[in-house]
């Protein structure tokens, strides 16, 4: 019997389980997928928004500016990639001017701080690359980058050192009620809590329906990507966007963290919460969008090309409430749903609080995530004592982007541990270089075969039906 089960293991699961992992309960974490940020968590365009965008007074402002004040520190913990790159908002016409001073205006009420309205020779002066034809621009000097991905891993990750479970390939068929706690079931497994929390992102209505609280939906938007060389990752310092539309805040322009450039997304509204692929009117799109935002981008330098999904609600707004005893829905966490993510995990705790949860702090409780070992980052000194304390550091497996031996088998062993290929990419970035892995993968699954004790040919890419090898030929 657990105090608490958290279904969904994305980036406001994980953060939910690490902020309660702070008291005296039992929790667990179940995942239907074979890791974690499986899902909307992974692919989505890591910033960490400034709050000027939402409509004052709701959730999404409220817990965006909340969020975004929280995530200097919570990046700081756990030793995840952050800067404070600052977002341009760019216009092209005095249309766009006037929607910028609205911007502007609903940033001042949503509590954003020392945003300025720029003209086009400031804007251009402060970020050289931006289209000449851009006449004006909001600027907040507040909006971030991070990896979504990272930070997701991280934050179970700590939790999980301070007592959480992780359960994968749950995925949740059943859910029953039986008076002072909840049957959570898949198949072949029942898990019993006292306390039940649905962060289930893009299946979240689907779990509200199995708990008797299925009062709204989650539609899926599509968004696709683009991805350029490292080479390219000064081509802009801040994240650049258009003026945003109804279907969102459009494509942006931005560098991530680990120093390529992300242009994207799309969005596109399906019924299919499992598509993926990309499409050549898709990324076509992208091209035509970030050309409009900034000058001479190299496209014969893009690496790869990606599709995310959204879980958008129906109701224009988070969803984060207790329809019934014991039970909190947090769905429909759409942009800004990564920025806001800190806030929302405080906002759950409170609601959980109010439900009758007794919160005892845990006194043995450390918040720090132990930085992972980034053999490419250090100094020759350092990587002389890596090697001399564990050779497998002198071992390059990832040429692409120069990661060891050693760093993998961290990635395994470290918690939440990588259990296949994209798990070792999310956690190490092996496979995400020039070669997309072309050149590591086969030794990457010698190591996972051997970590794991199971045979080659049984290592996937991401979990059950995504096998790589039929049989090894002896």
Same mark, same amino acid.
């Given at each position: 019997?657990? %105090?608490?089960?958290?279904?969904?293991?994305?980036?406001v699961g994980?953060?939910?389980?690490?902020?309660?992992s702070?008291?005296?309960?039992?929790?667990?974490?179940?995942?239907?997928?074979?890791?974690?940020?499986?899902? =909307?968590?992974?692919?989505?365009?890591?910033?960490?928004?400034?709050?000027? %965008?939402?409509?004052?007074g709701?959730?999404? /402002? *409220?817990?965006?500016?909340?969020?975004s004040?929280l995530?200097k520190?919570?990046?700081?913990e756990l030793n995840v990639k #952050?800067?404070?790159?600052?977002?341009? =908002?760019?216009g092209?016409?005095?249309?766009d *001017?006037?929607a910028? &001073?609205?911007?502007?205006?609903?940033?001042?009420?949503?509590?954003?701080?020392?945003?300025?309205?720029?003209?086009?020779?400031?804007?251009?002066?402060?970020?050289?690359?931006?289209?000449e034809?851009?006449?004006? /621009?909001?600027y907040?000097?507040?909006?971030?980058?991070?990896?979504? #991905?990272?930070?997701?891993?991280?934050?179970?990750?700590?939790?999980?050192?301070?007592?959480?479970?992780?359960?994968?390939?749950?995925?949740?068929k059943?859910?029953?009620?039986? &008076?002072?706690y909840? +049957?959570i079931?898949? @198949?072949g497994?029942?898990?019993?809590?006292?306390?039940?929390?649905n962060?289930?992102?893009?299946?979240?209505?689907? =779990?509200?329906?199995?708990?008797?609280?299925?009062?709204?939906?989650?539609?899926?938007?599509?968004? +696709? #990507?683009?991805?350029l060389?490292?080479?390219c990752?000064?081509?802009?310092?801040?994240?650049?966007? !258009?003026?945003?539309?109804?279907?969102?805040? !459009?494509v942006?322009?931005?560098?991530?963290?680990?120093?390529?450039?992300?242009?994207?997304?799309?969005?596109?509204?399906?019924d299919?919460?499992?598509?993926?692929?990309?499409?050549?009117e898709g990324?076509?799109?992208?091209r035509?969008?970030?050309?409009?935002?900034?000058?001479?981008?190299?496209?014969?330098?893009?690496?790869t090309?990606?599709?995310?999904? *959204?879980?958008?609600?129906?109701?224009?707004?988070?969803?984060?409430?207790?329809?019934?005893?014991?039970?909190?829905?947090a769905a429909?966490?759409?942009s800004?749903?990564?920025?806001?993510?800190?806030?929302?995990?405080?906002?759950?705790?409170?609601?959980?609080?109010?439900?009758?949860?007794?919160?005892?702090?845990?006194?043995?409780?450390?918040p720090a995530? @132990?930085?992972?070992?980034?053999?490419?980052?250090?100094?020759?000194? +350092?990587?002389?004592?890596?090697?001399?304390?564990?050779?497998?550091?002198?071992?390059?497996?990832?040429r692409?982007?120069?990661?060891?031996?050693?760093?993998?088998?961290d990635?395994?062993?470290?918690?939440p541990?990588?259990?296949?290929?994209?798990?070792?990419?999310?956690?190490?970035?092996?496979?995400?270089?020039?070669?997309?892995?072309?050149?590591c993968?086969p030794?990457?699954?010698?190591?996972?075969?051997?970590?794991?004790?199971?045979?080659?040919?049984e290592i996937?890419?991401?979990?059950?039906g995504s096998?790589?090898a039929?049989? =090894?030929?002896?």
């Open positions: 019997m657990y %105090d608490i089960a958290i279904i969904g293991g994305g980036v994980a953060l939910t389980a690490r902020r309660l702070a008291y005296k309960l039992t929790i667990c974490v179940l995942e239907k997928e074979n890791d974690a940020a499986a899902g =909307v968590s992974k692919a989505n365009s890591a910033i960490v928004h400034a709050g000027f %965008d939402a409509e004052p709701t959730l999404k /402002a *409220r817990l965006n500016v909340r969020g004040q995530f520190e919570l990046a700081s #952050y800067r404070q790159n600052g977002s341009l =908002v760019v092209f016409n005095e249309s *001017r006037l910028l &001073g609205e911007l502007y205006g609903r940033g001042i009420k949503n509590g954003v701080p020392g945003m300025e309205l720029l003209d086009g020779k400031e804007l251009r002066r402060r970020e050289p690359a931006v289209s034809a851009a006449v004006c /621009a909001l907040a000097p507040s909006g971030a980058i991070t990896c979504p #991905y990272e930070l997701t891993i991280a934050a179970l990750g700590n939790a999980m050192d301070n007592g959480a479970e992780f359960i994968r390939n749950f995925e949740v059943r859910i029953c009620d039986a &008076g002072e909840f +049957e079931s898949s @198949p497994k029942t898990v019993k809590a006292r306390f039940l929390v962060a289930a992102g893009l299946y979240s209505d689907s =779990v509200a329906a199995l708990a008797g609280a299925a009062d709204f939906k989650i539609h899926p938007r599509r968004g +696709e #990507y683009m991805l060389d490292k080479a990752g000064e081509i802009v310092s801040h994240t650049i966007f !258009g003026v945003p539309q109804k279907s969102g805040k !459009g942006l322009v931005t560098p991530t963290v680990d120093g390529n450039i992300l242009l994207g997304p799309t969005s596109e509204e399906t299919d919460k499992c598509d993926t692929s990309t499409t050549a990324l076509q799109k992208v035509e969008s970030a050309s409009r935002l900034v000058k001479n981008i190299p496209f014969g330098k893009v690496i090309s990606f599709c995310g999904i *959204r879980a958008a609600g129906n109701t224009g707004d988070f969803i984060i409430n207790a329809p019934r005893r014991r039970f909190i829905n429909g966490i759409e800004p749903g990564l920025s806001a993510s800190p806030a929302i995990a405080e906002y759950i705790e409170g609601l959980l609080k109010k439900q009758g949860l007794k919160l005892e702090k845990n006194p043995d409780f450390n995530r @132990p930085s992972a070992h980034r053999f490419r980052e250090a100094s020759n000194e +350092e990587k002389n004592w890596l090697i001399a304390k564990c050779p497998s550091y002198g071992k390059i497996i990832c692409c982007e120069g990661i060891s031996e050693g760093e993998i088998t990635a395994i062993r470290t918690n541990g990588a259990r296949d290929l994209d798990g070792i990419k999310r956690r190490t970035r092996a496979q995400m270089g020039r070669c997309q892995g072309g050149f993968t030794s990457i699954m010698e190591i996972l075969s051997r970590e794991l004790g199971i045979p080659y040919e996937t890419k991401s979990g059950e096998r790589l039929a049989e =090894v030929l002896k």
